[in-house]
């Protein structure tokens, strides 16, 4: 066993726990002695029962921000907890948005350093390890926190599975966790939310992802991704190239800066393989890529690597997929 | 309004990277180079000056063995000054000792507004920013798609999972850019010369009125204990396309069940 008490953040999107806090509570049950899960935002009682059913012990009630940034409120929530001695040995705050300025402020408010880009973490007596993807996930570093606690951990998405277990009987506890004082840093406000209209399985949760890069050569040759991964009831996903040349919106966005996703099969067209762009989908169960550069880098991931034109491939593989369905 | 940017000086990214055998840490020796995620940020407060109708873009860095040459790009791109952080004392530095360094320097150059990227291409931790806003007791906002000020307030587009928000929030404040946010100018070769004259401020950890010991390895709370190369995937079948290597992925598709 290696700490006394872990906190695990839970961000929802639209009142509902994403994967990868299940995932952080699921890993942390392994390594502490108590979890709890700390939320925020409307009706956080309505999610304890789940938390509840992946080890959390009881349930720390953050407040509702209201229309502001979460960043400042949550870490002065919790920020306010350790200066009264009630914190946790160690913090796991999934690599969200809002879960990196969370860290963030968390950090310089307790001067205790933020560990990111956490792939891994293990019991070391009575401490804990991490792993970190390092140049580009080519590497892993293994290190020890070694200052007081609590120690802070920003982990990427699906480093861990998520398996319910470790829960009590019934929903556990919910408590208030009241804000410290602010002072100026809380005052940046949301006046409007823009979602950008999607159908089909999220990009992070879909079985089948197929992504496009520059490769593709236009932003009109992305159709075709779409419609492979509409044939496939998949996700489409995209390089940055092309999120920064402004053919996709970031949310289709795969890497280190955008999804990490881990799909039954992830077709890449036209995507050279940058480590940023792979450290999002290398631990896809198995990798198909399309490149007319045999010696793309993606092809050292590829089960099955296609040195060919996109122009050539895709529109004949979307009628193969259409003759038999 | 005055507006700071903090730039990273990293080695060339297209170089291969390395450790240090002893202290685990990233071998950052011989020329820096501006990082590409930071000129966003560098074209982003140079538009926003120009359209606040003045005012002045300080470019701010910490970085080893006295180097300006990152700097240098930026005051050829139009930046008006620069403040240089370097000291032996921060060797080892993490994201919280950066933080501590670049906000000392923020608060002496008087800005309006900060800026940084997202994240930068050697380190990319993404928090050093939040934590420099934090330190300074400001506001943020991160991942800016856009962004526009209007008085005393910035407006910003935040991306989101979703799409993205619009954000308002009171000056003086910190943002993040992401790559795409403005489209980076090209130093010209007047810059370039101008880059020559302008101020650039070197400055230790003592005259930021730093502890050395809250910085650099010994101010780090954290060792590296091991570092292993990742579980490479084993490289599979390659077919070269001869009009007729989609079947090979229809078949490939088929035995995994997706279709
Ligand atoms: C801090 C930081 C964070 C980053 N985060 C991310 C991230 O989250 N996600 C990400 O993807 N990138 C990220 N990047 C960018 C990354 O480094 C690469 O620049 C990017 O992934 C390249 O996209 P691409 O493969 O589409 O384009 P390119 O690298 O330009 O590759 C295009 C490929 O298409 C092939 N091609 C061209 N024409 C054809 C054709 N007709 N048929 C078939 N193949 C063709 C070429 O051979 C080439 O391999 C990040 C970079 C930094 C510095
Ligand atoms: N040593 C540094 N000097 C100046 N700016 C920095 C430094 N380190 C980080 N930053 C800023 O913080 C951003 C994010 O860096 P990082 O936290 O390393 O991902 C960078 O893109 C810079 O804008």
């Known amino acids: ?325 | 309004m005055n507006v700071a940017v903090c730039v990273k000086q990293i080695p060339d990214p297209a170089a291969p990277p390395a450790l240090d055998p002893v202290t685990k840490n990233l071998v950052r020796t011989g020329k820096l180079i501006l990082d590409d995620s930071d000129s966003y940020g560098v074209e982003m407060a140079l538009q926003l000056a120009e359209a606040a109708g003045g005012g002045e873009v300080t470019v701010i860095s910490m970085a080893p063995g006295g180097e300006t040459s990152g700097l240098r790009t930026a005051l050829a791109m139009g930046a008006a000054k620069a403040i240089l952080v370097s000291d032996d004392a921060l060797a080892g530095s993490d994201a919280l000792a950066t933080a501590k360094v670049l906000a000392a320097a923020v608060r002496r150059s008087g800005a309006d507004l900060v800026l940084a990227a997202t994240e930068s291409t050697d380190g990319y931790t993404g928090t050093t920013p939040v934590q420099v806003a934090e330190l300074l007791g400001l506001p943020s906002v991160t991942f800016a798609k856009k962004v526009t000020v209007d008085g005393s307030s910035v407006r910003v587009e935040r991306q989101t999972e979703a799409g993205y928000d619009e954000v308002t929030c009171p000056l003086p404040a910190l943002v993040t850019v992401t790559a795409g946010v403005v489209e980076p100018r090209y130093p010209s070769f007047k810059g370039i010369m101008a880059a020559k004259s302008k101020p650039l401020e070197q400055l230790t950890v003592a005259d930021l009125g730093i502890d050395a010991g809250e910085v650099g390895a010994a101010g780090a709370r954290q060792v590296v204990v091991d570092v292993a190369a990742a579980e490479a995937r084993a490289s599979g079948e390659i077919v070269v396309d001869e009009g007729d290597a989609h079947e090979r992925i229809v078949q490939m598709l088929d035995q995994l069940k997706v279709i």
Request: glycine share 14%; aromatic share 4%; net charge negative.
């Open chain 1, 1 to 325: 066993m290696g700490v006394d008490k872990i906190w695990v953040l839970v961000e929802r999107a639209d009142g509902k726990v994403p994967p990868a806090a299940l995932e952080l509570l699921t890993r942390a049950r392994d390594l502490a002695t108590t979890v709890e899960a700390v939320a925020w935002g409307p009706d956080v009682a309505a999610v304890a029962a789940e938390l509840g059913a992946y080890g959390a012990a009881a349930v720390l009630d953050a407040g509702d921000p209201g229309d502001a940034l979460v960043g400042a409120p949550v870490a002065g929530a919790i920020a306010a907890a350790v200066a009264l001695g009630n914190g946790p040995d160690a913090v796991l705050i999934a690599a969200t948005y809002d879960g990196r300025d969370i860290a963030g402020r968390l950090s310089a408010r307790l001067d205790r350093p933020v560990i990111t880009n956490v792939v891994g973490l293990e019991a070391d007596g009575d401490g804990l390890l991490s792993e970190h993807g390092i140049f580009g996930g080519t590497q892993v570093a293994t290190a020890r926190f070694t200052g007081a606690g609590p120690a802070l951990f920003v982990v990427r998405p699906k480093s861990f599975s998520a398996e319910p277990g470790g829960g009590s009987e019934g929903a556990p506890q919910v408590r208030p966790l009241p804000s410290g004082d602010l002072g100026s840093t809380n005052t940046a406000a949301i006046v409007a939310h823009h979602a950008e209209e999607r159908t089909g399985p999220k990009l992070d949760e879909a079985d089948v992802v197929v992504s496009g890069g520059r490769g593709l050569g236009s932003a009109d040759a992305y159709a075709m991704i779409d419609e492979l991964a509409k044939l496939l009831g998949g996700a489409p996903g995209a390089s940055r190239a092309i999120v920064d040349a402004g053919w996709v919106p970031y949310a289709y966005q795969v890497g280190q800066t955008g999804k990490t996703v881990k799909p039954t099969v992830y077709l890449a067209c036209g995507i050279s393989g940058a480590t940023q762009h792979m450290v999002g989908m290398k631990n896809a169960k198995n990798i198909i890529a399309v490149n007319k550069d045999q010696d793309a880098p993606i092809f050292t991931v590829a089960d099955l690597g296609i040195v060919g034109d996109v122009h050539k491939v895709l529109p004949k593989l979307i009628e193969a997929l259409k003759a038999r369905s």
